[in-house]
């Protein structure tokens, strides 16, 4: 069974080999050059409680992550966020990632945010899915706006508003 915890600094070398697998492998992240384990450790210190870092582990090994990130730095955005789902290759399509994005959707809205947006490339339809599966609504296709592997990518543009 896959727990959820808050990220911590010593998750930083796993967090980092989950990501830099994502960007070798997928086009599930349009970074294209690995990070170092200084870099995410600058990107896992400007979260805060409104804007959560939460790792997934099993038998406590780290497996995945998900983050929610400032959408803009605009004060009238305060409220919306950015929801990003990294899982380990072994471990994708066990629940790990079902884990993960409920429970950071959960503290999302206990922390007061209003939406949260998720970009996910038109061909990975196992994310589509499962944000599907926990009320994302399709927004619109940003069409051809990054490249990767030699390809032109299109980006879905998904959005879950907290009732009121």
């Not at 004060?75 to 471990?91: H, M, N």
């Not at 499962?130 to 980006?155: A, C, I």
């Amino acid at each position: 069974m896959f727990t959820t915890r808050p990220a911590r600094v010593e998750d930083l070398k796993d967090i980092t080999d989950i990501y830099n697998e994502a960007i070798l492998t997928t086009d599930a992240t349009f970074d294209l050059e690995p990070k170092t384990e200084e870099e995410q450790g600058v990107w896992l210190a400007g979260h805060d409680q409104m804007h959560p870092v939460l790792v997934a582990e099993l038998d406590g090994v780290v497996v995945g992550w998900a983050s929610l990130s400032e959408w803009s730095p605009r004060a009238a955005y305060t409220g919306t966020a950015e929801v990003s789902l990294y899982i380990k290759e072994e471990f994708r399509g066990k629940g790990a990632g079902r884990r993960l994005l409920e429970d950071i959707m959960r503290v999302g809205k206990r922390a007061g945010l209003h939406t949260v947006l998720a970009r996910i490339t038109t061909g990975n339809t196992v994310s589509i899915r499962l944000h599907e599966s926990v009320g994302f609504k399709h927004v619109g296709v940003m069409r051809e706006v990054g490249e990767k592997f030699g390809r032109m990518l299109d980006v879905l543009l998904m959005q879950r508003t907290y009732p009121a």
